[in-house]
């Protein structure tokens, strides 16, 4: 979930507040997972919402996006040219849909984020290479999560190739630090200079999760419920999200249930 509301320094977090952390981590991962078989043609958003939110209930958690700010649901289920803070509700999936679905647990004090992409039925070649191309972005972005690494060069890198296959990333809404509460600093903007920013320390703890549209990068916020962020031309929108953790080696992706990144062996 993507904000800019945060106001306090960056928080280099402990070792036992990095294993709080984790664990609700891979608690939102789990429930991406769990809710995965039923995210198809005929369901409608609402339904998946429930279950999300009876699955994070049933493993002592809470759903970290219910009451904040006033948003009115337990998860953020985006469809289409949505490019974030969907609200579930009546909508059915239909052949052709692509779905963002994002989940923020808080586990005995600790918050883990992450969102990932769904795709209904038969997509378009279109959509699968939007798809695609937002999660090597998101990869790229940990990939430049490295101590004595500037935090720009996550956005700077991000940018750089999406915007190489035709692609516009959306500069209105950033990744965040997360943890102990649901948005610290740094915010992590998926559009930047070069070697701006603070440089990346062990210990610091935030999500990346590059938004990346088809057509242009602004969005448009509805005016009726205030939180549902579209593309201004109507055009596709996908996104991946971790929380990851920088250490003294590659970064620790916490909310990574597949392995698809290496595990460092120490964090500080």
Not at 128 to 151: D, P, W
Not at 157 to 164: F, G, H, L, Q, V
Not at 191 to 197: E, I, M, Q
Request: aromatic content about 8%.
């Amino acid at each position: 979930m993507a904000f800019r509301d945060t106001k306090s320094k960056i928080i280099i977090k402990t070792l036992q507040q990095i294993e709080g952390i984790k664990k609700s981590s891979q608690l939102a991962a789990l429930t991406l997972k769990a809710v995965a078989p039923h995210v198809k043609a005929g369901v409608n958003t609402e339904y998946l919402n429930k279950f999300c939110a009876d699955f994070i209930r049933d493993h002592k958690a809470i759903a970290a996006t219910l009451g904040y700010h006033g948003y009115p649901k337990e998860s953020c289920i985006s469809v289409n040219d949505v490019i974030c803070h969907g609200i579930p509700g009546k909508y059915e999936l239909r052949d052709g849909d692509i779905v963002n679905i994002d989940i923020t647990t808080i586990l005995d004090g600790y918050f883990g984020d992450t969102s990932t992409m769904f795709m209904i039925g038969e997509v378009s070649d279109h959509a699968k290479k939007l798809i695609g191309v937002a999660k090597e972005c998101l990869a790229i972005g940990i990939r430049q999560s490295t101590a004595g690494n500037y935090l720009g060069n996550i956005g700077f890198e991000i940018n750089k190739y999406a915007t190489s296959f035709g692609f516009s990333v959306v500069y209105e809404f950033c990744g965040h630090g997360v943890g102990l509460k649901f948005h610290e600093e740094p915010e992590v903007g998926h559009v930047a200079d070069k070697n701006s920013g603070p440089k990346l320390a062990p210990g610091m703890i935030y999500t990346i999760e590059p938004m990346i549209n088809a057509g242009k990068a602004r969005s448009k916020v509805d005016r009726k419920d205030g939180w549902t962020a579209r593309t201004i031309d109507g055009k596709l929108s996908a996104q991946f999200e971790h929380t990851i953790c920088v250490t003294k080696e590659e970064a620790l992706v916490l909310t990574d249930m597949d392995n698809e990144f290496k595990i460092p062996h120490e964090i500080f």
